[in-house]
């Protein structure tokens, strides 16, 4: 009876992205859960993200260097974002956020809200960047029509 309560508790609480069995809150500090997908390459699947209110968080279904998560994200940033002195930042921020790279499970946040992108890993603070040409650009990541990664709506309950 107790574990049906948990998983009932739990599934008040937050949504499953089903193909890499990542849970997601349904709020958090980010605001609310709008979207859910899974970047992938190739076959294999990279990372699971969820879009909120205000940024994205992502949980790593496979480990990667720092080096090569960074580049991967500005590569994906850097054609949407005019402001180059902001993308270099931001992959400095990257970089020295993920001393040990990206280790699978891990989870990345990224605040898009009030004109600076900030970086959290695992839920503490690494920085952030200050540009509102930033905080559009990694948006238009994962929403524009190029997105690396199609997001399914999650409805409000």
Do not use: W
């Amino acid at each position: 009876m107790r574990l049906l309560l948990l998983l009932v508790a739990t599934s008040v609480h937050a949504v499953k992205e089903r193909s890499t069995g990542f849970d997601f809150p349904k709020k958090n500090k980010l605001g609310a859960l709008r979207g859910l997908g899974v970047r992938t390459k190739g076959p294999i699947k990279v990372y699971a993200v969820g879009r909120y209110d205000k940024g994205f968080l992502l949980k790593m279904k496979m480990g990667v260097g720092a080096e090569k998560m960074s580049n991967a994200l500005v590569d994906a940033v850097k054609p949407r974002c005019s402001d180059n002195a902001a993308v270099d930042q931001f992959k400095e921020l990257m970089v020295s956020g993920l001393p040990d790279g990206c280790k699978k499970g891990m989870e990345l946040g990224f605040d898009t809200s009030g004109g600076k992108l900030g970086l959290t890993v695992n839920g503490r603070g690494r920085g952030s960047v200050s540009s509102r040409k930033l905080c559009g650009a990694f948006e238009g990541v994962y929403t524009d029509s190029k997105a690396v990664c199609k997001l399914n709506a999650v409805e409000d309950e």
